[in-house]
């Protein structure tokens, strides 16, 4: 590996560019340096709200048509978010010092975060969870198992909020299966995004979060359901719940937010669903899974959180 190869391989590790968000970004800041040369200016990349001049979806798939690669790689391009903002800067200061080294070949440095690319797009190959129920075991059980494997996965590929992702597409499954004639407004983060992020439904005057790691900014965001009429509810992995418990006290909230378990909540709702009736539980969570899948073909571009098929 040359040393371009090489100072390139270190940063990534160093930094983290383990997300297909933050992979986008790097790509996108690659072509501007090929199309405008360096040094790189962050300051003249960013606009006045925080946004990246020309930095969405349809750029970044054009890059990676350019190689023969039609799969998406983030819905939203590596959205704009603090974090990206953050990469952005480290990386435009990365390439300005490759540039006052001499070893600043934009073209091979576009091309080897392509390479990168095809272990986030080549979902085909990532194995299915696997939703485990047995007529002997609880189905909360059966909840527990599916979160372990995501969690388990996360600390395989680091970067990837499979944890998240997988906790928040398992509660709109069942809120789905719930309440089928519901009109529901929901906004589910994409896996990579943001970690620990909110996946968010409103059902009339209730505001549910779905999140994997509820904290301060959660909990504000909650205190403006409240001053704006909602009624907010928190649903998180079941060692979480007394951290968002603590919170919600130290805001002074403790009484006004709904803290939910989420294998008990997803449980108790398939009971509900199944009315407690043995005969029916199969076939019900059978069709869980096919409307868990549905769910991550509509939400997701990264299926590899998708459950096998029963």
Not at 14 to 19: M, V, Y
Not at 50 to 58: C, D, E, P
Not at 129 to 147: P, W
Not at 260 to 285: C, G, M, T
Request: one cysteine or more.
């Amino acid at each position: 590996m040359n040393d371009l190869m090489q100072r390139l391989e270190t940063y990534r590790v160093e930094q983290k560019i383990t997300s297909k968000g933050k992979l986008a970004v790097v790509l996108f800041v690659s072509r501007l340096a090929r199309e405008k040369g360096l040094p790189l200016d962050a300051n003249e990349l960013v606009t006045d709200k925080g946004q990246v001049h020309g930095l969405g979806k349809a750029v970044v798939q054009k890059i990676l048509a350019d190689y023969g690669i039609t799969r998406v790689l983030a819905e939203e391009g590596g959205r704009t978010n603090r974090g990206n903002m953050d990469t952005i800067r480290q990386y435009v200061r990365f390439l300005n010092d490759l540039h006052q080294e001499n070893l600043a070949d934009t073209e091979a440095i576009e091309a080897w975060w392509i390479r990168q690319v095809p272990e986030y797009v080549s979902v085909e190959t990532a194995p299915p969870f696997v939703l485990n129920y047995d007529e002997g075991k609880s189905l909360r059980s059966a909840i527990r198992d599916v979160l372990e494997q995501a969690e388990q996965r996360q600390r395989d590929h680091p970067g990837a909020n499979y944890a998240s992702a997988v906790l928040q597409h398992l509660v709109a499954t069942t809120i789905r299966l719930a309440l089928p004639n519901a009109e529901i407004a929901q906004s589910i983060s994409i896996a990579d995004e943001q970690p620990g992020g909110s996946g968010d439904f409103l059902i009339g005057h209730v505001s549910l979060h779905v999140s994997s790691s509820p904290g301060e900014a959660l909990i504000r965001t909650c205190k403006v359901d409240l001053d704006s009429g909602k009624r907010p509810i928190i649903i998180t992995l079941s060692r979480k719940v007394p951290v968002a418990e603590a919170l919600a006290e130290y805001m002074g909230l403790e009484e006004r937010i709904d803290i939910w378990d989420a294998e008990q909540f997803i449980s108790a709702n398939l009971h509900e669903i199944n009315q407690f009736e043995p005969s029916r539980y199969k076939a019900s969570v059978n069709n869980f899974v096919t409307e868990f899948n549905h769910m991550v073909r509509e939400y997701e571009t990264d299926i590899r959180i998708r459950f096998k098929d029963r």
